[in-house]
């Protein structure tokens, strides 16, 4: 069973504004991936952090979205202006260092952006 | 890079039934291959993984996948479902851990 915690578990946010989910991963997993996933259940890949390095982000993470795994805090991942469109279940999930692949995922915060 | 394929959006079977998931993966070389399952407003669990050595590899509750090299397919099979089993069950490839990509998930209706 995963000990990945996420929360909020819900979020409603209206547009233009913050949102912001944190993240505890596993003891013991240096590394930390954001998804996003949509209502066609679809997966979009946002970020991923080893430790506190970002490891890879895609292009809209660079821009509207904000992430960091400080150590001895909870990961967290924030949007600076919410839009209609960021709608989406956000998974977090952490995993062991590189090159073992038991990825374990959390159950997720769920934005809704009004 | 890599992709996966799930063929079947959605899946119907009375429970008792034997099953199939089928997933089709493309990539350079051979990935880490993992099946999730999601429940209604939960996150993803992991049902089994496939890294190497036996082709066929069992999981939680039941469930096993065969890996295919020649056909990049790793298809998911359970013996008897449970109305249980029924949720979105999601085909995943990895290199490294470095990002999974997921398939479109397979809608799992189980029938009384």
């Known amino acids: 069973n995963s000990k990945v915690i996420q929360t909020p578990r819900y979020l409603v946010k209206g547009q233009g504004q913050k949102a912001k989910m944190r993240c505890i991963p596993e003891?013991?997993?240096?590394?930390v991936f954001w998804y996003q996933q949509n209502k066609n259940n679809e997966f979009k890949f946002l970020i991923n952090f080893q430790n506190q390095e970002v490891l890879q982000q895609i292009d809209m993470t660079e821009k509207r979205f904000s992430a960091e795994c400080p150590s001895n805090s909870p990961c967290s991942l924030e949007i600076q202006s919410s839009e209609a469109g960021d709608s989406a279940l956000y998974l977090c999930?952490?995993?062991?260092?590189?090159?073992?692949?038991?990825?374990?995922f959390g159950k997720g915060t769920r934005l809704t952006v009004v | 890079a890599q992709s996966v394929t799930q063929p079947d959006a959605r899946v119907t079977v009375s429970e008792g039934a034997s099953l199939q998931l089928r997933c089709k993966y493309s990539s350079s070389v051979t990935p880490y291959l993992f099946w999730y399952v999601q429940y209604p407003r939960q996150g993803l669990q992991l049902l089994l993984k496939?890294?190497?050595?036996?082709?066929v590899v069992q999981g939680v509750n039941g469930f096993e996948a065969e890996f295919s090299k020649s056909n990049s397919s790793f298809h998911l099979r359970k013996a008897s479902v449970h109305w249980s089993d029924s949720a979105v069950y999601f085909c995943?490839?990895?290199?490294?851990?470095?990002?999974?990509?997921f398939g479109d998930g397979t809608q799992l209706v189980v029938k009384p």
């Open positions: 496939y890294y190497s050595g036996d082709p």
């Open positions: 999930a952490s995993s062991p260092p590189t090159g073992n692949t038991e990825v374990f």
């Open positions: 995943a490839v990895s290199i490294n851990n470095n990002r999974i990509f």
């Open positions: 003891k013991g997993h240096p590394v």
